[in-house]
């Protein structure tokens, strides 16, 4: 609907409420208010943060290094159902860990996959615990959703199995994972991915 309205001397300018329209004056020019940006997607899967100075029982360590930013170990396996990280940044940036379907498409350094959930922020020099509630069993891409990080390096899986699991490496048989044991065997994974 089109409402041309003319003015007088005196007269008040009609109102937004009265129009139905943006008046004039804020319409015109620079002055003009941008569109509502998207509500980006809202995680599939409900999950919370906690700090935390040690590894509960049970819980997939990860190691957040850098430069060049990446996980250690890459590929990590746990039960399907609530997954506990144990996430602890010895980098020199901020990182998180976001869970997705794989493969990961990354345009101009961005990856587009949306996480079915994802981490907050792990500061330098700190710890924290990540749990994601009901996991399905199946195969997972992880990565960190700062911009760039995943483009660098700093990406993995996830496998959640079906049935009662201890969170281990991928392919690291026996005990669950201690980063620094497989390290070796992570950082040769971490270029297959």
Not at 72 to 77: A, E
Request: with cysteine; glycine share 12%; aromatic share 4%.
């Amino acid at each position: 609907m089109l409402v041309i309205a003319g003015c007088t001397q005196g007269a008040a300018a009609p109102t937004e409420s009265e129009t139905g329209t943006i008046p004039s004056s804020a319409a015109s020019g620079a002055a003009a208010t941008a569109a509502p940006k998207p509500t980006p997607p809202q995680p599939e899967f409900s999950s919370s943060m906690g700090s935390s100075t040690s590894a509960p029982a049970g819980a997939v360590a990860v190691e957040m290094l850098g430069p060049p930013p990446h996980y250690l170990p890459v590929g990590v396996s746990a039960g399907a159902g609530d997954v506990t990280f144990f996430l602890t940044n010895r980098s020199l940036g901020v990182h998180t860990l976001a869970i997705g379907r794989g493969p990961l498409d990354i345009v101009n350094d961005h990856v587009q996959n949306t996480p079915l959930a994802a981490s907050t922020p792990v500061n330098v020099g700190s710890s924290a615990t990540f749990t994601v509630y009901g996991l399905p069993a199946g195969t997972y891409a992880i990565w960190c959703t700062i911009d760039g990080h995943a483009a660098e390096g700093m990406k993995g899986t996830l496998t959640a199995i079906e049935g009662p699991s201890a969170s281990r490496c991928l392919g690291a048989p026996g005990p669950p994972c201690d980063p620094h044991v497989d390290r070796g065997r992570a950082e040769e994974a971490r270029f297959r991915t």
